[in-house]
C-alpha cells in the first residue's frame, strides 16, 4: 500500500466533507443517481471515501467499497450501515486489489482518477478483477482541450496535488491505454467533468488483452 497516499487522504478525511460541499453534491446528484442506476450483478466502488455518493446508490445491491484512507472508512460506515443492501468496506489501495481474477461484474469510480498515483495501473488492475466484458463506469473530472481551462488546470494542478486531486488527467486515454474498450463518454460539465462508459473486451484473458 502507498503509505504517502494513505496519510494524504488520512489527513483529507476531517474536513473531506465540508470540502465537497453541499452544493457540489446537489449539482451532481442527478448525474451520479442515473449513473449509479446501472448497478447490477457484483459491483466494486473504488475509493468510496467517507460515502457520500451511497445516498446515491440504487437498493438492494451487492457492493464492495475500497478506500486507501482507514481514516475515511470510519466515517462511512455509518453510511454504510444505513444502506438498503449489502455494502462490504475494506481498507485497500486500487494498485495492489487481492480479488482474484474475473471477479467483479461492474467497477464504478467517482472522482478518483484524478488522484490515483499511477492511473493507468490502477485501471489496468480493475480490468484484472473485471469479468470478460465487465463494465467500468466513471464520473470523473479530468484535464481540458480549450483555452483558457487547460491553461488554468494545469497552473493548479502542482498546487494542489500534495493535498487533493490533479486536475489534468487524461482519464479517458488512461482507460484506453489500460486495455479497456471505450463505449462513450458523456459530458457533465463542458469537457471538465465526464461520465465515462468502458467495457474489458470479452476476447481478454484474466484481463489481459
Known amino acids: 500500500m502507498d503509505s504517502l497516499n494513505q496519510r494524504k487522504w488520512d489527513r483529507a478525511a476531517r474536513t473531506y466533507d465540508f470540502m465537497n460541499g453541499i452544493g457540489a453534491e446537489r449539482r451532481w446528484e442527478p448525474y451520479k443517481r442515473r449513473l449509479f442506476s446501472l448497478m447490477w450483478g457484483k459491483v466494486l466502488f473504488v475509493a468510496i471515501g467517507t460515502g457520500q455518493d451511497i445516498r446515491f ?31 462490504e468496506l475494506r481498507h485497500a489501495d486500487v494498485h495492489d486489489l487481492e480479488d482474484p481474477d474475473a471477479t467483479y461484474d461492474q467497477v464504478f469510480t467517482s472522482c478518483t482518477f484524478c488522484s490515483v498515483p499511477d492511473p493507468v495501473g490502477g485501471l489496468s488492475v480493475l480490468r484484472r478483477v473485471l469479468k470478460p466484458g465487465g463494465q467500468l ?10 483555452f483558457p481551462f487547460n491553461a488554468m488546470l494545469n497552473l493548479l494542478t502542482p498546487l494542489v496535488r500534495r ?17 479497456f474498450e471505450v463505449r462513450s463518454v458523456d459530458p457533465v460539465y463542458l469537457d471538465v467533468v465526464k461520465i465515462i462508459h468502458a467495457v474489458v473486451p470479452r476476447g481478454s484473458v484474466n484481463g489481459a488483452p
Open 163 to 179: 493535498f487533493g486531486p490533479e486536475l489534468n488527467r487524461d482519464t479517458v486515454t488512461n482507460v484506453q491505454r489500460a486495455g
Open 57 to 87: 446508490f440504487p437498493a438492494r445491491q451487492n457492493i464492495v467499497g475500497v478506500d486507501i484512507s482507514a481514516r475515511m472508512l470510519e466515517l462511512a460506515r455509518p453510511r454504510m450501515e444505513g444502506y438498503p443492501g449489502t455494502i
Open 137 to 146: 463506469h466513471m464520473f470523473e473530472h479530468t484535464g481540458s482541450r480549450y
